[in-house]
């Protein structure tokens, strides 16, 4: 039986390979259809097969068998196509077609790179291969496994399992600023030295768990700072010592896919990190929320839905308990009289970066039957490679025994992309408020405007002045040019005004008009200098002025 399936299978194969012959040959005799279109642009590699051609089998031994129309690499365009069909097609205008196309390759290829003359190979080879390690400023303290830092390191502990290696390492760093000024701001004239010291202590346990506390030991609150005024009509020609040891946050962060990976020993499939204590909220670039407060908050991260066709997006939810910093409805020096609740996402959707929050603000103790909610949206692209934008809105509305807690602002921020888009920065930003709109939580006491310019924003040391940042029945904005040289110097002129539409009482009360010019520039990777001067005009006021110098060192 094997000898007689073989023979059969012989027989078979040897059938097949005849007429598959036949099929050839009789295809070569036959040449193109008469129909078919042979002018230069069928010379080529066949590259796909037409659906629409029928199979063979089923096409066997019949005369209308139908192939698929060749398609070719570097095709000619549609209009070529259509200059050739009106072209006469005789034996000679194909044979010249056919000869022509033989030199006519290079449309298959892009073309070779061009040199020119200030051409440097070495150079090019030096954008990789001669690098140097740049050394940042270590910190002052570091005990343990080092931050940036490369191995080989020794083996970790395994304590909290062999999935979560315990990489244990203290650090202390920070920045010490000091300034001198000349100040006369809302009617205080003051020339002064202050300093302040930031001091981040880090201990870590993990590559995902640590203990984090942050101190400002020369001031006191938002506004005192260490200083010697020793001039101005206002100044107190003495040392004034500002203190506070008081850790300004302190709080655990880590992430509980980690944990539980190396209490399990089997791998996570999900992350969510989360942090309790007193932890800083910074949501919107710090314009909705900037303050330490003490609760708690986690994070469901980079996630996606193929229903809302969404690639990327986060969605954080926040509760405070305590440290609820709102000076403009809870009151100054109140943030132990609320609560608060919230969630935020981010989302990268419409060919841009969606931010989206929403909060509430419970009053306890003496702010009993204060509740005021908070909305935030905020959508940022960049258009046709001309302009990026952010437009941002920000809403409050709700009940506050005190006050007026409704309020709403919206926020235009603008550059242009110019011919040097990394370093040569056209910007205005505008804004209109109406009501008594409010950030979320400030710790500063800051208003909602005071990312919109230099003109708006104080320098949290020596009392510099600023427009006014509450958006409270009002339109403006800042208009300027920044220039970062090299990428080593920053150098800001701006324009500002702010311009009340109704007195009610709340911010600005008359047209305010502002230029600024700041300049920085690193001395060396751990020392920066720092200069900022302004002009401030206050209709039916005195006057607002300031001029200052700083040193900042990072370690």
Same mark, same amino acid.
């Given at each position: 039986?094997?000898?007689?399936?073989?023979?059969?299978?012989?027989?078979?194969?040897?059938?097949?390979?005849?007429?598959?012959?036949?099929?050839?040959v009789a295809?070569?005799?036959?040449? =193109?259809?008469?129909?078919?279109?042979?002018?230069?642009?069928s010379a080529?590699?066949?590259?796909e097969?037409?659906?629409?051609?029928?199979?063979?089998?089923?096409?066997?031994g019949?005369?209308?068998?139908?192939?698929a +129309?060749?398609?070719?690499?570097?095709?000619?365009?549609?209009?070529?196509?259509?200059?050739?069909?009106?072209?006469?097609?005789?034996?000679?205008?194909?044979?010249?077609?056919?000869?022509?196309?033989?030199?006519?390759?290079?449309?298959?290829?892009?073309?070779d790179p061009?040199?020119?003359?200030d051409?440097?190979?070495?150079?090019? $080879?030096?954008?990789?291969?001669?690098?140097?390690?740049?050394?940042? =400023?270590? =910190?002052?303290?570091?005990?343990?496994?080092?931050?940036?830092t490369?191995?080989?390191?020794?083996?970790?502990s395994?304590?909290?399992?062999?999935?979560?290696?315990?990489?244990?390492?203290?650090?202390?760093?920070?920045?010490?600023?000091?300034?001198?000024?000349?100040?006369?701001?809302?009617?205080?004239d003051?020339?002064?030295?202050?300093?302040?010291?930031?001091?981040?202590?880090?201990? $870590?346990?993990?590559?995902?768990?640590?203990?984090?506390?942050?101190?400002?030991?020369?001031?006191?609150?938002?506004?005192?700072?260490? +200083?010697?005024?020793?001039?101005?009509?206002?100044?107190?020609?003495?040392f004034?010592?500002?203190?506070?040891?008081?850790?300004q946050?302190?709080?655990?962060?880590?992430?509980?896919g980690?944990?539980?990976?190396?209490?399990?020993?089997? !791998?996570?499939?999900f992350?969510?990190?989360?942090?309790?204590?007193?932890?800083?909220?910074?949501?919107?670039?710090?314009?909705?929320?900037n303050?330490?407060?003490?609760?708690?908050?986690?994070?469901?991260?980079?996630k996606?839905?193929?229903?809302?066709g969404l690639?990327?997006?986060?969605?954080?939810?926040?509760?405070?308990?305590?440290?609820?910093?709102?000076?403009?409805?809870?009151?100054?020096?109140?943030?132990?009289?609320?609560n608060l609740?919230?969630?935020?996402?981010?989302?990268?959707?419409?060919?841009?970066?969606?931010?989206?929050?929403?909060a509430?603000?419970?009053g306890?103790n003496?702010?009993?039957?204060l509740l005021?909610?908070?909305?935030?949206?905020?959508?940022? +692209?960049?258009?046709?490679?001309?302009?990026?934008?952010?437009?941002?809105?920000?809403?409050?509305?709700?009940?506050?025994?005190?006050?007026?807690?409704?309020?709403?602002?919206?926020?235009s921020?603008?550059?242009?992309?110019?011919?040097?888009?990394s370093?040569?920065?056209?910007?205005?930003?505008?804004?209109?408020?109406a009501?008594?709109?409010?950030?979320?939580?400030?710790?500063?006491?800051?208003?909602?405007?005071?990312?919109?310019?230099?003109?708006?924003?104080?320098?949290a040391?020596?009392?510099? =002045? $600023?427009?006014?940042?509450?958006?409270?029945d009002?339109?403006?904005?800042?208009?300027?040019?920044?220039y970062?040289? !090299?990428?080593?110097?920053q150098?800001?002129?701006?324009?500002?005004?702010?311009?009340?539409?109704?007195?009610?009482?709340i911010?600005?009360?008359?047209s305010?008009?502002?230029l600024?010019?700041?300049?920085?520039?690193?001395?060396?990777?751990?020392?920066?200098?720092?200069?900022?001067?302004?002009?401030?005009?206050?209709?039916?006021?005195?006057?607002?002025?300031?001029?200052?110098?700083?040193?900042?060192?990072?370690?």
């Amino acid at each position: 039986m094997i000898c007689n399936a073989y023979r059969s299978t012989t027989k078979n194969i040897t059938a097949i390979a005849s007429v598959a012959s036949g099929w050839l040959v009789a295809f070569a005799l036959a040449g =193109p259809a008469a129909s078919e279109d042979i002018s230069a642009d069928s010379a080529g590699w066949l590259t796909e097969v037409s659906p629409a051609a029928p199979l063979l089998g089923s096409a066997w031994g019949k005369a209308d068998v139908q192939f698929a +129309r060749p398609q070719y690499v570097g095709a000619n365009s549609e209009d070529d196509k259509a200059d050739e069909a009106n072209a006469p097609v005789d034996g000679k205008a194909v044979a010249d077609n056919k000869h022509a196309h033989k030199d006519d390759t290079k449309h298959l290829f892009q073309p070779d790179p061009q040199y020119g003359k200030d051409y440097n190979a070495q150079e090019q $080879k030096d954008i990789y291969g001669a690098k140097t390690e740049v050394e940042p =400023p270590r =910190p002052l303290l570091e005990i343990g496994r080092q931050q940036y830092t490369s191995g080989i390191y020794d083996q970790s502990s395994t304590f909290l399992g062999e999935k979560n290696p315990l990489l244990p390492g203290l650090s202390v760093y920070g920045d010490w600023r000091t300034a001198v000024a000349y100040n006369n701001n809302n009617g205080k004239d003051i020339a002064q030295i202050a300093t302040r010291l930031n001091l981040d202590v880090d201990f $870590k346990f993990t590559g995902t768990e640590r203990l984090h506390a942050f101190f400002t030991p020369l001031q006191d609150g938002a506004t005192k700072f260490t +200083r010697f005024e020793f001039g101005g009509g206002d100044g107190n020609n003495r040392f004034n010592d500002e203190l506070n040891f008081d850790p300004q946050t302190l709080f655990f962060e880590g992430d509980l896919g980690s944990i539980y990976s190396g209490f399990s020993g089997q !791998d996570s499939s999900f992350d969510l990190p989360f942090t309790v204590g007193l932890f800083p909220l910074f949501l919107q670039n710090g314009i909705w929320a900037n303050d330490a407060i003490l609760g708690g908050a986690f994070t469901l991260p980079a996630k996606n839905s193929a229903a809302l066709g969404l690639a990327n997006f986060d969605i954080t939810f926040f509760a405070a308990f305590d440290n609820v910093d709102n000076a403009g409805i809870v009151g100054p020096g109140k943030n132990d009289d609320a609560n608060l609740f919230g969630a935020t996402a981010f989302v990268d959707a419409f060919n841009g970066y969606i931010e989206a929050g929403y909060a509430v603000i419970d009053g306890r103790n003496d702010e009993e039957g204060l509740l005021t909610h908070f909305l935030t949206a905020a959508y940022t +692209r960049r258009y046709y490679n001309t302009v990026s934008n952010s437009t941002r809105v920000f809403a409050n509305f709700g009940d506050n025994p005190n006050g007026d807690s409704d309020g709403v602002a919206i926020i235009s921020e603008n550059s242009l992309i110019t011919g040097l888009p990394s370093t040569l920065l056209p910007y205005a930003n505008f804004f209109v408020g109406a009501g008594n709109p409010q950030p979320l939580v400030d710790g500063n006491g800051a208003g909602i405007l005071k990312n919109v310019g230099i003109n708006f924003e104080t320098d949290a040391l020596t009392g510099y =002045p $600023k427009l006014d940042d509450t958006a409270s029945d009002a339109w403006g904005g800042a208009i300027g040019l920044q220039y970062l040289f !090299d990428l080593d110097q920053q150098l800001v002129f701006e324009v500002a005004m702010v311009q009340p539409f109704d007195k009610d009482g709340i911010g600005a009360q008359d047209s305010q008009y502002a230029l600024g010019i700041r300049y920085q520039v690193p001395l060396d990777r751990a020392w920066l200098f720092r200069a900022d001067a302004t002009y401030q005009i206050l209709e039916s006021e005195e006057d607002n002025f300031g001029l200052r110098a700083e040193f900042r060192r990072k370690f």
